[in-house]
């Protein structure tokens, strides 16, 4: 069975920094997209950072130069490392991977950022 599990949020003031990490078990064929996504009450789902088995990057406008997205191929674990956090980055972080037929996600982790 195929699992996300994210960690490393919490609470954290303004300008300060998270970690945030998704491991991954089961077996998962052919990845080809792995990203995370996140949710602020009241708002849609939305991209943050994702990479594709390319080497090919995308990161939402509003946390270029702030967050990056890396992993760690023997762990099967990913990574999204924020730094400079703004109140507006508030939201449940959602790891995410791709392959030709399914979509995973994780549970969610809780990032508050205090002004």
């Known amino acids: 069975q195929v699992q996300l599990v994210e960690s490393g949020g919490g609470l954290v003031q303004a300008g300060g920094s998270l970690r945030l990490s998704c491991d991954i078990s089961?077996?998962?064929?052919?990845?080809?997209?792995r990203g995370w996504y996140r949710q602020a009450p009241g708002k849609q789902r939305e991209l943050v950072a994702l990479i594709t088995n390319d080497g090919s990057s995308t990161y939402a406008d509003s946390v270029k130069g702030r967050f990056t997205m890396s992993r760690d191929n023997v762990k099967r674990t990913m990574y999204l490392q924020m730094n400079s956090l703004k109140p507006e980055d508030t939201a449940a972080y959602y790891c995410?991977?791709?392959?030709?037929?399914?979509?995973?996600w994780g549970q969610g982790t809780q990032v508050t950022v205090s002004s």
């Open positions: 995410m991977v791709r392959n030709g037929w399914n979509t995973y």
């Open positions: 089961g077996r998962i064929l052919s990845i080809n997209t």
